[in-house]
């Protein structure tokens, strides 16, 4: 009888592991809203010379416009990496705001990076609603051992079948 090599074995799977885990650590980067060309950036822009058919023409839409001051546009773009199975984290964070007078002339031309950023922290509260809640199999089973004149709604109950009957 003949044995199997359990010491080669051994080292194939340790080496494929270790093979596998080193290319999954390669970080995959991903960039994410306006791309500036070489040619057209979002620095170029002249407050007084440029209006903003002048900045359609050369960045294109905006990525948003401001929600109380419609006259600012925003030009944002990120550059987020990705590690195996961790959470995304954002490298890189660029955002352009071109405010306009009221004439569609531009303004000022402001940049802000990463660094300006703030965290916001959202609220999670939850409304309560009435009555209970139902477990899975109350739900599926809930049902059984109703008569028909429950389920096709002849009580005058809110959320009740209602309707002409007969």
């Not at 660029?94 to 306009?100: E, L, P, W």
């Not at 531009?106 to 477990?135: C, H, K, M, W």
Request: hydrophobic share 35%; aromatic share 6%.
């Amino acid at each position: 009888m003949r044995q199997f090599p359990l010491k080669g074995l051994l080292q194939t799977v340790i080496a494929g592991s270790l093979i596998a885990g080193l290319s999954a650590c390669n970080p995959i980067l991903r960039t994410h809203g306006y791309v500036p060309t070489e040619t057209d950036k979002p620095q170029q822009i002249e407050p007084g010379t440029d209006s903003k058919a002048t900045v359609i023409a050369r960045l294109g839409n905006p990525s948003t416009t401001g929600v109380f001051e419609k006259e600012v546009w925003y030009y944002m773009s990120s550059v987020q990496q990705r590690l195996a199975y961790l959470k995304p984290r954002t490298d890189e964070r660029n955002i352009t705001a071109v405010v306009f007078d009221d004439d569609g002339g531009v303004q000022a031309v402001a940049e802000y990076g990463i660094e300006d950023g703030r965290a916001v922290n959202f609220v999670g509260r939850e409304t309560p609603t009435r009555g209970r809640e139902l477990s899975v199999l109350e739900q599926i089973f809930g049902t059984i051992g109703i008569g028909t004149d429950r389920l096709t709604g002849d009580q005058n109950i809110p959320g009740g079948g209602g309707g002409p009957q007969g």
